[in-house]
T-cell receptor, first 112, second 113 residues
Framework: SQQGEEDPQALSIQEGENATMNCSYK?????LQWYRQNSGRGLVHLIL?????REKHSGRLRVTLDTSKKSSSLLITASRAADTASYFC????????????FGKGTSLLVTP | DTAVSQTPKYLVTQMGNDKSIKCEQN?????MYWYKQDSKKFLKIMFS???????INETVPNRFSPKSPDKAHLNLHINSLELGDSAVYFC????????????FGDGTRLSIL
């Protein structure tokens, strides 16, 4: 069953601006992950945040997690045209081994 | 070096045919997965294999059968293909223990005529 819902569905910004994407989920989690998918390619893992963490950074990426609101956000600072891709949040699927439940994704377009 | 590779990249075939998609990972991971991504980019887990044992099987028709000859390979065989099977199929792998990132192949785009 689908667990995550990203918001917005699509986002268009100019190079240098920041991009913020949000994700909401329904049930309790062990961790939440963000992935990027370039057109015609597989998903690439960006960052994993555990349920007992509130914020995590990786380069130009900043992820927050609010388990009380069952939500997470991904901030990409100083965006580049190469950041153009779809971004997905994923949570561990219950009773499914280590499989992930993915949201519908946010399509990000960064224009020069 | 490609970490998770799947073949073929494109597969065009007719309804009713049987086809297979192969997946191999060279990361030494213990768990492999098959996901299906529909035309709206929604990704759904189909199967998960851990040390050659099926540990989940979502509500996937039994026309789909995963086969794992060893822990580095997880192939997907599909019988009697239907129009609704058209999608992109992704293989992925992860180390055991949960809380681990998954590594994805580049997908196999299956088109049913």
């Amino acid at each position: 069953s689908q667990q995550g819902e990203e918001d917005p569905q699509a986002l268009s910004i100019q190079e240098g601006e920041n991009a913020t994407m949000n994700c909401s989920y329904k049930t309790s989690i062990n961790n939440l992950q963000w992935y990027r998918q370039n057109s015609g390619r597989g998903l690439v893992h960006l960052i994993l945040i555990r349920s007992n963490e509130r914020e995590k950074h990786s380069g130009r990426l900043r992820v927050t997690l609010d388990t009380s609101k069952k939500s997470s956000s991904l901030l990409i600072t100083a965006s580049r045209a190469a950041d153009t891709a779809s971004y997905f949040c994923a949570t561990d699927a219950q009773n499914s081994g280590y499989a992930l439940n993915f949201g519908k994704g946010t399509s990000l377009l960064v224009t020069p | 070096d490609t970490a998770v590779s799947q073949t073929p990249k494109y597969l065009v075939t007719q309804m009713g045919n049987d086809k297979s998609i192969k997946c191999e990972q060279n990361l030494g991971h213990d768990t492999m997965y098959w996901y299906k991504q529909d035309s709206k980019k929604f990704l759904k887990i189909m199967f998960s294999y851990n040390n050659k044992e099926l540990i989940i099987n979502e509500t996937v028709p039994n026309r789909f059968s995963p086969k794992s000859p060893d822990k580095a390979h997880l192939n997907l065989h599909i019988n009697s293909l239907e129009l609704g099977d058209s999608a992109v199929y992704f293989c992925a792998s992860s180390q055991d223990g949960g809380n681990q990132p998954q590594h994805f192949g580049d997908g196999t785009r299956l088109s049913i005529l």
